[in-house]
């Protein structure tokens, strides 16, 4: 089963906005941006924090999808197994982002942390009743899921369309936008993925990914200074390669 150490609800610590919601440093570019104070009052009553490890799962494929969640800090991929045990890793989750809402009853994949993580857990009913009461909170959350359409469309050009250079490009850009690093020797991209993850994002196999960072590497488009940083040497030179250009 999945593991997850769920604390108590998140509790105002005084007047005003709640004292945990206020110092949410994510909270500017989260679902919870447009909400007022008494607003964020009635979110904090129903969130639950929740931390894991590397390699601990949120959920697994077909469990029931009774919560959502938004993530705080770290990073989690979700993926699917397929029949033969391959893996493909559908995407990366970054702080802001939002993960398990579903469709149907259960969750249609899996999320495991890819290193420490802690996340704000909604439960599902709780939150669409808020939704009744705050119609601004059910569009933001419209817009998030469009948000994934429109990514889950990227991911399916990146692996249909694309060469091994083209993908490795295009992933180091996305990623330097995600994290907000700007990606040069003084504020290298952070890559907490293994090159196993990326492979499995990408496509491609581990040996793919390790020669294609050469590539880059020696043409002069990325330096590696350890295998979870990447400068991004020529921004530029990489985008154009992401493009095909």
């Known amino acids: 089963m999945p593991a997850a150490i769920l604390g108590a609800p998140c509790r105002a610590l005084g007047r005003g906005t709640p004292a945990i919601c206020a110092a ?6 989260t679902f919870c941006a447009s909400l007022d104070d008494q607003e964020l009052r009635s979110v904090q009553a129903i969130v639950r924090p929740v931390r894991l490890g590397a390699l601990q799962l949120l959920f697994q494929e077909g469990d029931p999808a009774d ?8 990073v989690i991929k979700l993926y699917k197994l397929l029949p033969d045990g391959r893996r493909q890793i559908t995407g990366f989750v970054y702080p802001g982002d939002f993960l398990g809402i579903a469709t149907g009853a259960g969750h249609a994949y899996n999320a495991e942390a890819v ?3 802690s996340l704000c857990r909604f439960p599902r009913r709780r939150l669409f009743a808020l939704f009744e009461r705050y119609p601004k909170l059910e569009h933001r959350l419209f817009g998030i899921a469009t948000d994934e359409l429109t990514a889950a469309q990227d991911q399916m050009l990146l692996l249909g369309r694309k060469t091994a250079a083209e993908k ?6 996305r990623l330097a936008d995600r994290t907000g690093d700007g990606g040069d020797a003084d504020d290298p991209i952070l890559v907490p ?6 492979a499995d994002y990408l496509g491609l196999t581990v040996e793919t990914v390790s020669r ?8 002069g488009l990325v330096a590696v200074p350890d295998p979870h940083h990447v400068v991004l040497s020529d921004r530029d030179g990489l985008e154009d390669i992401a493009e095909a250009l």
């Open 212 to 219: 294609t960072f050469g590539r880059l590497r020696k043409a």
């Open 67 to 74: 919560s959502v969640y938004n993530l705080v800090s770290g």
């Open 193 to 198: 993925m293994t090159r196993g993850d990326i």
């Open 168 to 173: 490795l490009a295009s992933f180091l850009c």
């Open 115 to 117: 290193g420490d993580v």
């Open 24 to 29: 949410c440093e994510i909270r500017d570019f």
